[in-house]
C-alpha cells in the first residue's frame, strides 16, 4: 500500500501517544520533516522516503 502524508503524520501521532508524548508536536514535526524531504527529493525518491519514514514511525 502506497504511503501517504497524512499516514506519515497518523503514525507520528500514533507513536507520540504511545510514548506519552504531545501528539500535536509530533504531527508538527513529521509535516516539517515532509516538507524538507518534498523540496529536496524527486518524486520517486520521496515516495521511498515515505516508506522508510513510515516504517520508522510504526517500528520504535
Known amino acids: 500500500m502506497r504511503k501517504t502524508e497524512e499516514s506519515i503524520i497518523a503514525a507520528a501521532r500514533l507513536r507520540a501517544a504511545y510514548r ?3 501528539e500535536a508536536m509530533a504531527a508538527a514535526s513529521a509535516l516539517e520533516n515532509l516538507a524538507v524531504l518534498k523540496k529536496s527529493l524527486s518524486e520517486d525518491q520521496y515516495e521511498e522516503a515515505l516508506e522508510k519514514l513510515y516504517l520508522e514511525y510504526t517500528a520504535s
Open 20 to 22: 506519552g508524548e504531545n
